[in-house]
Nanobody, 124 residues
C-alpha cells in the first residue's frame, strides 16, 4: 500500500524558510515523478513544484519560482521542498503526491496518491 507522509510544516515569519519532507513507502519510489501542491482556505488545490523520477528535471509554479526548490533522495524514498523568502500568501496546507505516469506534472489529476498534508503558516 502506497503511503506518503509529509512533515516539516509550521509557523514562520515572512521572509523565513522551511523545508518540507515527504517520505514514501509501498512503491518503487525512483520510478515516479513526484509533486507538491498546496491548498489555502476557500481556494482550489494548486500546483507548486514537481521533480522527475531521477531528479534531473524540476518544474515550478510562477508564484514560487526562485524561492522554492524541490529535490529528492531516492535512496531514502523522500522528496523535499525547500521554501525560502516565505510570504503570507504561501500560507496553505502542503501536499506531496505521486505522479501516475501519463499527464503533465502541473495537473493534479495526473497524480494517484496523496499525503495527508502539512500546514504552513506565514505571519506578516
Amino acid at each position: 500500500q502506497v503511503q506518503l507522509v509529509e512533515s516539516g510544516g509550521g509557523l514562520v515569519q515572512a521572509g523565513g524558510s522551511l523545508r518540507l519532507s515527504c517520505a514514501a513507502s509501498g512503491l518503487t519510489f525512483s520510478n515516479y515523478a513526484m509533486g507538491w501542491f498546496r491548498q489555502a482556505p476557500g481556494k482550489e488545490r494548486e500546483f507548486v513544484a514537481a521533480i522527475s523520477w531521477f531528479g534531473g528535471s524540476t518544474s515550478y509554479a510562477d508564484s514560487v519560482k526562485g524561492r522554492f526548490t524541490c529535490s529528492r533522495d531516492n535512496a531514502k524514498s523522500t522528496v523535499y521542498l525547500k521554501m525560502n523568502s516565505l510570504k503570507p500568501d504561501d500560507t496553505a496546507v502542503y501536499y506531496c503526491a505521486k505522479h501516475r505516469g501519463p499527464g503533465t506534472v502541473q495537473d493534479r489529476n495526473a497524480y494517484d496518491y496523496w499525503g495527508q498534508g502539512t500546514q504552513v503558516t506565514v505571519s506578516s
